[in-house]
Nanobody
Framework: VQLQASGGGLVQAGGSLRLSCAASGRVNAMTWYRQSPGKRRELVAGITSAGSTKYADSVKGRFTISRDNSKNTVYLQMNSLKPEDTAGYYC????????????????????WGQGTLVTVSS
């Protein structure tokens, strides 16, 4: 399975971006992680094929993850962006079916996309 991420860019604080990640095959959980220089990778939002979601506290109420199973594609709508959201955003996918929620541990993901850069200016 290959993951193709897109949608990053430069936006002013308070603006919006939508990221997309398309998987070349059927997967279960699809999750966005982000990492910026000097910081640890962190889970942003994830969704299972059944629609169960998970969000980082820092993005709740601002980001929305959704999914089109017919296209094996996940979307991350990011609103009210802040400079601290600046990071490389990476899509990950898991082949583990039957889990109730997207895994939090990055080691439980089988495939990773190439990443897309999001820059939020103040």
């Amino acid at each position: 399975v290959q993951l193709q991420a897109s949608g990053g860019g430069l936006v002013q604080a308070g603006g919006s971006l939508r990221l997309s990640c398309a998987a070349s095959g059927r997967v279960n959980a699809m999750t966005w992680y982000r990492q910026s220089p000097g910081k640890r990778r962190e889970l942003v939002a994830g969704i299972t094929s059944a629609g169960s979601t998970k969000y980082a506290d820092s993005v709740k109420g601002r980001f929305t993850i959704s999914r089109d199973n017919s296209k094996n594609t996940v979307y991350l709508q990011m609103n009210s962006l802040k400079p601290e959201d600046t990071a490389g955003y990476y899509c990950a996918a898991s082949l583990r079916f039957g889990v109730p929620r997207p895994p939090s541990d990055a080691l439980e993901y089988d495939y990773w996309g190439q990443g897309t850069l999001v820059t939020v200016s103040s």
